[in-house]
């Protein structure tokens, strides 16, 4: 597999001008991305697959949205690039599973990103949406998905937008108690907090974090922040 997992798409530089670099690489060559704009809840999602196009021409690759396209499967089946937006996971699980596009795009990015293989960004969404389910993500359940099984691309759960902010005077629960609530009752299933800025990228069998901040791992009871590199699951 060949996936590039961001945790955001925005930054004080712009929409997506932190991760153009690695998008670019992740690419290989290709200049024609298939967009999923199904996350986009808010947001026309022909105004949100312009914003990608606008933001992705610098590095030479075209967009074209996947709502557009007059036969979905096929598409997913002939593209070489496929980019998933942020925004509702929810909704995003929802549009895939009813169109049921989990399957053959979870099967094409197993059998491997080569020269003729399809290659995948995500962001937010995009990225929760590789774990085995949706289970940690942020986002309000807005609609129901059918179901909290994703693509199943990766052996962990991301949390994207990762921080463990302590507002004064707020009595909700932080992120870390969120996600502990998870990792308490599904003790075998790791989670990695990715904060803002930083991404995943998967190439084969190797995962490499990017980025300025560290992630953290969460694990049943227990915590462990790492700094950019290798990626090895905590035991």
Not at 25 to 32: F, V
Not at 57 to 81: K, Q, Y
Not at 168 to 192: I, K
Request: charged share 20%; proline share 5%.
């Amino acid at each position: 597999m060949e996936l590039l997992l961001l945790s955001n798409s925005t930054s004080d530089d712009g929409y997506l001008v932190h991760a153009l670099e690695a998008i670019r690489e992740l690419a290989d060559g290709r200049q024609d991305a298939l967009f999923v704009p199904f996350a986009g809840v808010t947001r026309d999602w022909d105004d949100y697959t312009a914003q990608v196009r606008d933001a992705l021409a610098p590095i030479g690759i075209s967009v074209r949205g996947l709502h557009r396209e007059a036969d979905a499967r096929a598409a997913i089946g002939s593209a070489s690039l496929v980019i998933v937006g942020g925004g509702n996971t929810f909704r995003l699980l929802k549009c895939l599973r009813e169109q049921q596009l989990l399957a053959p795009l979870a099967e094409r990015l197993r059998a491997g990103g080569g020269p003729e293989g399809l290659r995948y960004v995500g962001w937010s969404a995009g990225s929760v949406i590789t774990s085995p389910t949706i289970r940690t993500t942020n986002d309000m359940p807005i609609v129901d998905p059918g179901g909290l099984d994703s693509l199943g691309l990766m052996p962990f759960q991301f949390n994207c937008h990762y921080f463990n902010l302590v507002v004064p005077g707020f009595r909700g629960e932080t992120r870390d108690q969120r996600l502990a609530e998870f990792t308490v009752l599904s003790p075998e299933m790791s989670v990695l907090g990715l904060p803002e800025g930083d991404w995943v990228r998967v190439s084969g069998t190797r995962w490499t974090l990017h980025g300025e901040h560290a992630a953290r791992w969460f694990l049943g009871e227990r915590t462990i922040d790492i700094a950019a590199g290798a990626l090895e699951m905590p035991r």
